[in-house]
């Protein structure tokens, strides 16, 4: 069975950061892309950054903040987020994708397995 678990938010002071990670069971890392969006309360859902075979794209508004990572030996991916916003607070998913144009991996409807997401919260 196919399983992203997220994991690792929680609540932190502008500027602060967090590591979320992404835990994939079910199928290896290697032949999928792996994306994460996040959702604020009354807003859609965003792609904030996106791997696969080595290459990753970032969001404007969290480029040269957030820096996304896979280790394959643990079957994780982690988003290492720093210099944290409060209009960075969401919930953060993780999402599976089994092809798509990079071009478009900020479309949601490319992925086809979700986790639960986790909540981060960005507040003094």
């Known amino acids: 069975e196919v399983q992203l678990q997220a994991s690792g938010g929680g609540l932190v002071q502008p500027g602060g950061s967090l590591r979320p990670s992404c835990a994939a069971s079910?199928?290896?890392?290697?032949?999928?892309?792996i994306g994460w969006f996040r959702q604020a309360p009354g807003k859609e859902r965003e792609g904030v950054s996106f791997i696969n075979v080595g290459r990753k794209f970032y969001a404007s508004s969290v480029k040269d903040r957030f820096t996304i990572s896979r280790d394959n030996t643990k079957n994780t991916v982690y988003l290492q987020m720093n210099s944290l916003k409060p209009e960075d607070t969401a919930v953060y998913y993780c999402?599976?994708?089994?092809?798509?144009?990079?071009?478009?991996?900020?479309?949601?409807?490319?992925?086809?397995?979700w986790g639960q997401g986790t909540q981060v919260t960005v507040s003094s």
């Open positions: 999402a599976r994708a089994p092809r798509l144009p990079f071009s478009l991996w900020q479309a949601p409807h490319y992925y086809t397995n």
């Open positions: 079910g199928f290896a890392l290697d032949d999928y892309g």
